[in-house]
C-alpha cells in the first residue's frame, strides 16, 4: 500500500486566516481525496485532485473556501481559507491503494481548531 | 443515492465478548465493501474489504461477508480484546469515490 505523510499534524488557527495542509505519497497516483471529519461524525469527501487539471468539489464545498493544489503525482496541498470556528474539524487526504487493488489509504489527519 | 448505514453507539463490551457491528448499503451497482478503524489519536486505517458478492473480509480476527441478498457487510470478531477500542467505520467504493457510515465507537472493558 502507499504511505502518506500529510502535515502539519495539528494547528490552532485564528480565526480569518488560512491553513495549508500538505499530503506527500511515496508512490505516484492518479487521484488524491481531500475529507473532512467533523467532531463525532463521519468523513465527508471535500474534493478530488487529479494532477494536471482543477480539483473536483463535492456539494456544499467551493474552491474559494478549500483551494486544492495537485502539482505532481506524489503531493497535494488543501487549503482552508478565511478560517471559522465551524471549520474545526479532522482533515485527512486519501488515494487509492495501489493500481489494481480495491482499497485506500489515508493520511493520519490533520488536527484543526480555529479560535 | 448510494449510502451507508451502521449501528449507532457507543457499544460497550467486556473482554473476549463476541462483537458484531451492522452495516448496510443502499448502491446502484456492485459497489465494493470496506471496515475501517480509527484508533484513538490516529488516522483511518483499512481494515478488511470484500469486493464481491459472498466475498468474506478477514484481519486480526475480524471478519465481514458481503451479503448482496441483504445489502449488508456486518462486522464480527469473536473474541474483543482491549486493544480494539477504537471507531470503526462502514463504507463502500463507488466510481472512485467513497462512502462512510457515521462510525460506531466501540469500548472494550478489561
Known amino acids: 500500500s502507499a504511505v502518506i505523510s500529510q502535515k502539519p499534524s495539528r494547528d490552532i488557527c485564528q480565526r480569518g486566516t488560512s491553513l495549508t495542509i500538505q499530503c506527500q505519497v511515496d508512490?505516484?497516483?492518479?487521484?488524491m481525496f481531500w475529507y473532512r471529519q467533523q467532531p463525532g461524525q463521519s468523513l465527508t469527501l471535500i474534493a478530488t485532485?487529479?494532477?494536471?487539471?482543477?480539483?473536483?468539489?463535492e456539494s456544499g464545498f467551493v474552491i474559494d473556501k478549500f483551494p486544492i493544489s495537485r502539482p505532481n503525482l506524489t503531493f497535494s496541498t488543501l487549503t482552508v481559507s478565511n478560517m471559522s470556528p465551524e471549520d474545526s474539524s479532522i482533515y485527512l487526504c486519501?488515494?487509492?491503494?495501489?493500481?489494481?487493488?480495491?482499497?485506500?489509504?489515508f493520511g493520519s489527519g490533520t488536527r484543526l481548531t480555529v479560535v | 443515492g448510494n449510502s451507508v448505514t451502521q449501528m449507532e453507539g457507543p457499544v460497550t463490551l467486556s473482554e473476549e465478548a463476541f462483537l458484531t457491528i451492522n452495516c448496510t448499503y443502499t448502491?446502484?451497482?456492485?459497489?465494493?465493501l470496506f471496515w475501517y478503524v480509527q484508533y484513538p489519536g490516529e488516522g483511518l486505517q483499512l481494515l478488511l474489504k470484500?469486493?464481491?458478492?459472498?466475498d468474506k473480509g478477514s484481519n486480526k480476527g475480524f471478519e465481514a461477508t458481503y451479503r448482496k441478498e441483504t445489502t449488508s457487510f456486518h462486522l464480527e470478531k469473536g473474541s474483543v480484546q482491549v486493544s480494539d477500542s477504537a471507531v470503526y467505520f462502514c463504507a463502500l467504493s463507488f466510481d472512485d469515490k467513497i462512502i462512510f457510515g457515521k462510525g460506531t465507537r466501540l469500548h472494550i472493558l478489561p
Open positions: 448502491a446502484t451497482g456492485y459497489p465494493s
Open positions: 508512490s505516484q497516483v492518479t487521484m
Open positions: 486519501s488515494v487509492e491503494s495501489v493500481a489494481g487493488v480495491v482499497g485506500y489509504t
Open positions: 485532485a487529479n494532477q494536471g487539471s482543477e480539483a473536483t468539489y
Open positions: 470484500a469486493t464481491k458478492a459472498d
